[in-house]
């Protein structure tokens, strides 16, 4: 149990439609990165969120989307979904000093499935 | 192009064997992480490596970081089924707050 919650735990969308991932954060975290965990492959990095702010971002189109709250808990919102975005998206909490990134800790995933 | 190989891609062995893992790359990186990965789970850190040259033990796992800092491996002596699972070796590169992983080896422990 890392204390890293993501829901929902599985999802099934359609192409062009939008979704919503959320992340509890660990308590005491200020930072979480997002990852795309592709079928057999490691995952890739999104975005990450600092205090609210963006703090750097793969190489992802602009429909990916996020947000961090002021408790640092977190969504990932995409926009017309495509069938290459069925993945497992992945939440990581940290506890970041300035801009160095503590331990990551990871969620269970949202696993979502575009048709 | 993967910046972290990761080699073999699958390995299936017998309980009470050795093995060894490998995560290479072309590229240096400020530290290196090893994580495991359970189908249904998220990652979880086993290790972190930072200097040249170190070696890390965790009972049965060791690890090592490249003198470079390009590349490292996991050995893991007399494996248990419950060694089963995807190894995924990531890294950070100087200034950057994002971790690169490589594609994972995914390990299975038959009894």
């Known amino acids: 149990e890392t204390g890293v919650t993501q829901s929902p735990t599985h999802l099934i969308k359609t192409r062009g439609q939008q979704v919503t991932l959320r992340c509890s954060s660990q308590s005491g975290h200020n930072t979480v990165s997002w990852y795309q965990q592709a079928l057999g492959q490691g995952p890739q990095f999104i975005f990450q969120y600092y205090r609210e702010e963006e703090n750097g971002r793969g190489n992802f189109p602009p429909r990916f989307s996020g947000l961090q709250f002021p408790n640092y808990s977190s969504e990932l919102n995409v926009n017309a979904l495509e069938l290459d975005d069925s993945a497992l998206y992945l939440c990581?909490?940290?506890?970041?000093?300035?801009?160095?990134?503590?331990?990551?800790?990871f969620g269970e995933g949202s696993r979502l499935t575009v048709l | 192009t993967q910046l972290l190989e990761q080699s073999p891609q699958f390995l299936s062995i017998q309980e009470g064997e050795n093995l060894t893992v490998y995560c290479n790359s072309s590229s240096v990186f400020s530290s290196l992480q090893w994580y495991r990965q359970e189908p249904g789970e998220g990652p979880v850190l086993l290790v972190t490596v930072v200097t040249g040259g170190e070696v890390k033990k965790l009972k049965r796992l060791t690890f090592q970081f490249g003198d470079a800092r390009k590349d490292s491996s996991l050995h893991i002596t007399a494996a248990q089924t419950g060694d089963t699972g995807l190894y995924l070796c990531?890294?950070?590169?100087?200034?950057?707050?994002?971790?690169?992983f490589g594609k994972g080896t995914k390990l299975t422990v038959n009894p």
């Open positions: 990581a909490s940290s506890l970041s000093r300035g801009r160095i990134t503590g331990e990551l800790f």
């Open positions: 990531a890294g950070v590169k100087g200034g950057s707050e994002k971790l690169v």
